[in-house]
């Protein structure tokens, strides 16, 4: 006689699980804990890799900050966008970008940080559309999805500078 892993609803809403063995092998199942720790390893991973990204990003700007500035001015130079509001955010683009990566990175003020980071994408998008960039409009697209689930998923957020505060009000 075999019997099979059944899931079974809890009071919590989550799902627990009832092993049992099939032929004489025991098959296991993962305790809401583990995929907790599974969910939150997870994000953590995908969180850390978007900062250093978004933060290394900014970084190398700001280490060629004068050409990174009058090269952004030169590319826009033929579109009906007034130079002084491409200058206005290549002036501050580098240091948002530095200061929400690092932010994501160790996840301090990771609501606040990815909302910011989302939102710096919607003028970046609008420029490549406009310039007709399309593979970079797609990456870029990437990016906002990636804002979008880390934010949509920071109940996962169990590894960061917030989970600890949180840890230590309690």
Known sequence: MSSANVSVPTG?????AVSGSRQGREISTESSAEVRTDHA???FVLRVGMGLAVMVHGMVRLSIY???IDATVKQFSGTFLPVESVKLLTYTLPFVEATVGFFVLIGLGTRYA?????LFMVPLLFGMNLL??????EIQLVYV???????VFREWNDY???ALMRRNKR
Do not use: E
Not at 132 to 137: K, L, N
């Open 132 to 137: 007709q960039q399309w593979a970079i409009v």
């Open 145 to 151: 999805l990636l804002y979008f689930l880390l934010l």
């Open 160 to 162: 960061s500078v917030d």
């Open 114 to 118: 990815l909302f910011v980071g989302g």
């Open 12 to 16: 919590s809403g989550s799902r627990g």
């Open 66 to 68: 004068r050409q990174f």
């Open 41 to 43: 390893l997870g994000y």
